[in-house]
């Protein structure tokens, strides 16, 4: 019984730890969003580069959520992909209702895919920064 009480705990702690950390990587995107339309509305940019842009906050959100959140040393290559995953997923949701239209194409397949490397590699980083602390 006591066995089977300290795996449910220990699969609550991995479940916080990415609930954490998506919460973290949108709140990061959304000042991160805020900030860049900032800059391309002063600096001019080029309406091509926002794509680029948007893919590197997107990267950069899910990075800084997996190092800031996940400290259990096992999986961080796992949890960073289902970290990226619902992140994308989250952050789609919340845009697409900012904007008031949800357009579902290739692009979130990409995405997706994008997000999910993204997790893995921040989720094997976070986790060899642990262990070596």
């Known amino acids: ?44 940019i080029n309406d091509k580069a926002i794509p680029i842009i948007n893919q590197v906050i997107k990267s950069l959100s899910i990075l800084l959520g997996c190092l800031l959140s996940l400290k259990k040393p096992n999986n961080g290559w796992l949890r960073g992909i289902i970290c990226g995953f619902i992140f994308v997923w989250i952050s ?3 845009f697409s209702l900012l904007d008031s239209k949800f357009v ?20 094997i980083i976070a986790v060899n920064i642990r262990k070596r602390r």
């Open 104 to 123: 579902f194409g290739l692009s979130l397949l990409n995405d997706c895919v994008l997000g999910m490397v993204t997790g893995m590699i921040s989720g």
């Open 1 to 44: 019984m006591r066995a089977k009480k300290h795996k449910v705990e220990r699969d609550r702690g991995y479940v916080f730890e990415i609930v954490k950390a998506n919460i973290i990587a949108l709140i990061f995107a959304l000042v991160a969003v805020l900030l860049s339309a900032l800059v391309v509305k002063i600096f001019n």
């Open 92 to 94: 789609f949701v919340v």
